[in-house]
């Protein structure tokens, strides 16, 4: 019997698999698929040292008009979609006032900061320093006025969480990004961000580490947990597996699996894609488009463009509009080459109303853990949380993470 079972094989559960390892424990990783083959397969590969505050659900007029009537790129919508996450997103649009959202960004920020020391941590035990660049990442803005805006706020975002950033002018930004052949209004140099050639390889890298170092991948069904006496146990393709605790990481999945334990999760499944680009041009550094609404990153296997928001829902077939839409207005500043054929990849990422990870001790039941709900820094803060989690399996003090722990989240897990 393995002392913990951790199910969920993308960054957060193998981060939490490699966490618990260090500290001593015997773990079981368990998931459908192998590790980094979903939601942390498909992501723009940014270690977002600069996130400290969390993305707010817009609540000016016009940028919820913008999005209503579909002329912004950054989320778009069904009328399904949103009716089936309508509480949900009525929590978000609550917790987005900015009051609350400034109390919520302090423990935000409080995980954001140490990002790219933790996975430093993995990335040298795993050697997959050729995986990593840490030379930051451009926000471009073709919109005068929203760049001066941003540009404005640096010095505040500097001297609360110490986000360094440069602002700089549209001939500047093209000077360090010579794939844009028109100068924009202007751009944001994010100096302290991290970004990955192929996130899913990462996952599988450190995954690699975790059975270097003993610890075992089983291929199994996360909805057979149930608890037995003092233990859990699950099936797997190779028979029953028991763990004296088991730690729930599997991000969009989640709900359905704690809904049979008797937990109600209010979690917004905000659907993403993105499309690859095998001959497209090498940036220096990833990009992010705030008019069009998407993030360039260079791979392995080409140039990555990856979308905002999409509102759907489930089991909907991925739209394609906003990668559209994207390329058609990318087209008058450069040439991204052609687009790979087939369908386009499609994910999930699990967030919360609070825009909180949940991360604790189960409520009702011993010996059982959470660890879900990043939202859009899953592959950010993956091993971050794994290690305040880890702490916490081993008694350490909760009073520095009372905002992440289930027990004090009724709003978003009853």
């Known amino acids: 019997m393995s002392e913990i079972l951790v199910l969920g094989g993308g960054m957060v559960g193998i981060s939490t698999a490699l966490e618990l390892q260090a500290r001593g424990h015997a773990v079981t990783v368990v998931d459908r698929k192998a590790p980094g083959q979903e939601t942390s397969y498909g992501n723009a590969g940014l270690i977002q040292a600069e996130a400290a505050e969390p993305y707010a659900m817009p609540r000016a007029l016009p940028e ?3 999005i209503l009537s579909g002329r912004s790129n950054d989320v778009i919508w069904s009328l399904r979609g949103l009716l089936s996450q309508l509480p949900a997103l009525w929590q978000y649009y609550r917790y987005s006032h900015p009051n609350r959202h400034l109390a919520l960004s302090q423990p935000n920020a409080h995980l954001i900061r140490t990002a790219c020391a933790d996975h430093d941590r993995w990335i040298t035990a795993a050697a997959a320093q050729d995986l990593i660049a840490q030379d930051g990442y451009l926000s471009v803005f073709q919109d005068a006025a929203m760049f001066d805006s941003l540009a404005s706020d640096l010095e505040r975002l500097r001297q609360s969480y110490g986000v360094e950033a440069t602002a700089m002018s549209g001939p500047e930004l093209c000077r360090m990004e010579p794939l844009y052949q028109r100068p924009p209004a202007g751009g944001i140099h994010w100096r302290d961000v991290w970004s990955c050639a192929a996130p899913g390889e990462l996952v599988a890298r450190y995954a690699a580490l975790f059975q270097s170092r003993g610890g075992e991948i089983c291929t ?7 608890p037995e006496g003092a233990a859990w146990a699950l099936m797997s393709e190779a028979g029953p597996l028991r763990g004296e605790h088991a730690v729930i990481a599997l991000g969009p999945w989640t709900p359905p699996i704690l809904a ?21 041009p090498k940036l220096r550094r990833p990009v992010h488009d705030a008019q069009h609404g998407i993030v360039l990153s260079s791979m392995k296997g080409g140039l990555r463009m990856t979308c905002g928001v999409a509102l759907e829902a489930s089991g909907r077939v991925p739209d394609a509009r906003q ?17 790979e054929g087939g369908p386009i990849w499609h994910g999930t990422r699990p967030f919360l109303p609070d825009m909180l990870p949940m991360v604790g001790a189960a409520p009702r039941h011993d010996r059982l853990w959470f660890h879900f709900g990043h939202g859009h820094q899953g592959f950010t803060l993956g091993p971050t949380t794994a290690r305040h989690l880890g702490a916490l399996i081993d008694g350490g003090d909760s009073t520095s993470l009372a905002a992440l722990l289930p027990q004090n989240r009724p709003a978003v897990l009853s």
């Open 323 to 339: 990668l559209d839409r994207g390329a058609k207005g990318l087209a008058a500043y450069m040439d991204l080459g052609t687009a």
């Open 260 to 280: 049979q334990l008797g937990y109600r999760v209010r979690m917004i499944m905000k659907h993403g894609a993105h499309r690859m680009y095998p001959t497209g």
């Open 64 to 66: 919820i008009l913008g």
């Open 220 to 226: 199994g069904d996360a909805s057979t947990l149930r």
